[in-house]
């Protein structure tokens, strides 16, 4: 998707800053051979990437989409694009958005029938735009004034309202469209995360900015590993060696440490995080060193075969 939106081409450092979650690796040989491996998956869909020196050495080489094959071989089915606009559809009639309404103008343009029977309502997304705006530029003023406040927001429904009184440490971003406001918890002295666009209302008050505690890499943690459910354990993990690139994808940005190419160390504080990717990864993991680990996988199994069995 970078790349198409990119036409002219993005040289490879573009692309590990763009696309950090996955090209994150100390070692850049071992990004440009992850790199190389996703163009040929991209072959394989007809989806040809090629590349042009950027100089004479070809260390900036520029990669670009073939637009011959994206216009040969990039086509939907009917099925596909019926899917497409039911999804396209259910998402708008939740909220409305011009960017997922102009997208859609340009995947049906060819295929009107498909095309869904949408409505933008242009002055409600004008007034969440103007809203999330608004909560934004009062945290950035709080944050960098060191000002605590109250927010109010919600969890899951936007009828289940909880106030929060902080001191705002930091905005973090977790990935391209989820926005947090780090902050130190008043009552409960400790350091929580709250998704910015469920913050609904920010009071000041007043009294004195009390957070002294620094920020670390584990509050700026958001993968699953991260969170607090039971105390810290220690795993280590025998990968397969061709897919040791697919196990440092799913831990980004969990640190780890490696014992050697293949083996991993990670220290987590919710193991049962990992057993999502070893249901959708069976072939990744080779060994894991703790039985107690293996034994809470295996009730995991049962409990799900037992709950979605006919």
Not at 172 to 188: P, V
Not at 220 to 227: D, E, I, K, Q, S
């Amino acid at each position: 998707m970078n790349l198409t939106k990119h036409r002219a081409g993005l040289s490879f450092e573009s692309i590990r800053k763009k696309m950090s979650e996955f090209y994150s690796n100390e070692n850049i040989d071992s990004d440009l051979r992850k790199l190389s491996r996703d163009i040929d998956d991209l072959a394989e869909l007809g989806i040809r990437i090629k590349f042009r020196r950027g100089n004479e050495t070809g260390e900036n080489n520029i990669y670009y989409i073939d637009s011959e094959s994206y216009t040969k071989y990039i086509q939907f089915t009917n099925d596909e694009l019926e899917i497409l606009g039911e999804a396209i559809l259910e998402n708008l009639t939740k909220e409305s958005s011009r960017d997922l309404f102009t997208a859609s103008q340009k995947i049906f343009h060819s295929n009107l029938k498909f095309f869904p029977e949408i409505e933008v309502h242009e002055e409600k997304t004008s007034n969440n735009e103007n809203h999330n705006s608004e909560i934004i530029n009062k945290l950035l003023t709080t944050v960098k004034d060191k000002i605590p406040i109250r927010i109010t927001y919600y969890k899951y429904l936007p009828n289940e309202i909880i106030t929060r009184d902080i001191d705002p440490l930091q905005i973090t971003k977790r990935n391209s469209s989820d926005f947090y406001i780090l902050g130190l918890d008043r009552n409960t002295k400790e350091k929580k995360r709250f998704l910015i666009p469920k913050i609904t209302k920010i009071e000041e008050l007043e009294g004195d900015f009390i957070a002294t505690k620094k920020i670390t890499t584990k509050d700026l943690n958001y993968h699953a590993l991260n969170f607090s459910v039971h105390e810290e354990k220690q795993l280590e993990f025998l990968i397969r060696e061709d897919l040791v690139w697919k196990f440092e994808n799913y831990l980004f940005p969990h640190p780890f440490a490696k014992k050697s190419k293949q083996e991993f160390i990670i220290s987590t504080t919710n193991q049962s995080a990992i057993f999502p990717f070893l249901i959708k990864e069976p072939e990744v993991v080779i060994k894991i060193n703790s039985q107690e680990f293996i034994n809470e996988f295996n009730k995991f199994l049962i409990k799900m075969k037992k709950n979605y069995t006919y």
